[in-house]
Each structure stands twice: as structure tokens, then as C-alpha cells.
């Protein structure tokens, strides 16, 4: 029970290039979450999913997409980077009906 | 909107002390969860103890403790016999019990860093 993990851990990437971060979680929770950390900001919702096939934006969507294909997996894409998008990203899951939401260790993104 | 602050960014204990973490909150909803999350050097974001906003009784888990203050909408963690393994940024979060929409986010406070010292 590997619970929620994230891939790549670390990733520097230029202005422009685009990128993919996996989120996967083996606890067959429903929702699924993408936040960034950023100093002196705390964490901000990117983007979340209530199921598979579903997803919605958080407070900070622009610049970001995400897919839920499968129930165990949430995508966060960037297509074209920017340098705002420099921050740590986490993954976080739990079940419907409950509130506690399960962490991955997180993606240190630098964009130059 | 709802709003979390932790007044205090950095904070220090001796080990084998008690510390206070301070954290308040704003929302005019009667009904809702708030949690206390501690991030170690390592980044990993573990939750440490949570409250639902419906149980006066104040959560305990081990060495931690809230005093959770409904009416002066204040949510304080307390470590006692603090270990160094204690030292970490600690987050404290709110969520709504509402399950529509943005509802379902977290809420973080900027969090405070705490130091333990042999």
C-alpha cells in the first residue's frame, strides 16, 4: 500500500516547454486534488476531481489542465511553462464522506 | 470567504517541553472540519490531528492536543513532551462541511515554523 505518489519528484524545465505531473493513489478514494506550495502563500487549489471522467477548477486553474481517466491516476499538465509556475506541487486524495485528505510527498517544478 | 491565520511564522521549544501553536479562523458556517497538518523538512504533508466544529470535546492524539474555541473561532494545537522529530512547518486548515463545489478545498493558514532544541 504505496498510499498517494508522485512523479517525477524534481523536474527543470525552460519557458515554453510543457510537462506532465502523475498523481496515483492505491486507496480507491474518489477525490482527487492539485495544489501548489509557494513561499509566504501557503497551498492553493489548482484543480480538483470528485470522480473519474470529472474535474473542476480550483482558485488558481490558469495555465494548467488536468485529466482523470482513471480513478487512480489525476494529471496535472502544463503546456506551455512559465516561470510563475516555479513552486512544489502536491497531490492529495481521500474518500467521499470523509475530510482528511492523504498527501503525496510532492514535485519541486523550477521554470527558467 | 473563509480565512485562516497563524499569527505566529516562527516559534521554538525546548525538547521535553510543552509549546503552543496559535491558529483562527473566520466563516460565518455553524458547521465545519479544521485540521492541524505538520510538513517536515522532507516536504511530505502529514495530518496531525483533526476537529469537527459539532464536538465541543477537544481532540487528542498522543502528545497532541487542540483547544479548539468555537465562539472566538480559535484552533490551537499544543505539543507536550515535544521531540525533536517535532520540529516542522505545521499548517492549520479549515474545510467547510458544505460538500458543493470549492467547498470541498482546504483552507491553509501560512503556517508556522516550529524549532526543537536539545
Known amino acids: 500500500n504505496a498510499g498517494v505518489t508522485q512523479t ?42 470528485v470522480g473519474e471522467g470529472t474535474t473542476a477548477k480550483g482558485e488558481v486553474p490558469d495555465g494548467y489542465n488536468v485529466s482523470r481517466l482513471k480513478k487512480q491516476n489525476f494529471l496535472l499538465g502544463l503546456e506551455s511553462a512559465a516561470p510563475s509556475q516555479t513552486s512544489v506541487y502536491f497531490c492529495a486524495s481521500h474518500h467521499r464522506g470523509t475530510y482528511e485528505q492523504y498527501f503525496g510527498p510532492g514535485t519541486r517544478l523550477t521554470v527558467t | ?58 481532540a487528542t492524539e498522543n502528545r497532541f492536543s487542540v483547544n479548539f474555541q468555537k465562539a472566538a473561532k480559535s484552533f490551537s494545537l499544543k505539543i507536550s513532551d515535544s521531540q525533536l522529530g517535532d520540529a516542522a ?27 526543537v532544541n536539545p
Not at chain 1, 25 to 49: A, C, F, K, T, V
Not at chain 2, 25 to 43: A, I, M, N, V
Open chain 1, 8 to 49: 517525477p519528484k524534481f523536474r527543470v524545465l525552460k519557458t515554453g516547454q510543457s510537462m506532465t505531473l502523475l498523481c496515483a493513489q492505491d486507496m480507491n478514494h474518489e477525490y482527487m486534488y492539485w495544489y501548489r506550495q509557494d513561499p509566504g502563500m501557503g497551498l492553493r487549489l489548482i484543480h480538483y476531481s
Open chain 2, 1 to 58: 470567504a473563509q480565512t485562516v491565520t497563524q499569527s505566529q511564522p516562527e516559534m521554538s521549544v525546548q525538547e521535553a517541553e510543552t509549546v503552543t501553536l496559535s491558529c483562527t479562523y473566520d466563516t460565518s458556517e455553524s458547521d465545519y472540519y479544521l485540521f492541524w497538518y505538520k510538513q517536515p523538512p522532507s516536504r511530505q504533508m502529514i495530518l496531525v490531528i483533526r476537529q469537527e466544529a459539532y464536538k465541543q470535546q477537544n
Open chain 2, 89 to 115: 512547518m505545521y499548517f492549520c486548515a479549515y474545510r467547510s462541511a458544505f460538500r458543493a463545489g470549492n467547498n470541498r478545498k482546504l483552507i491553509w493558514g501560512l503556517g508556522t515554523s516550529l524549532a
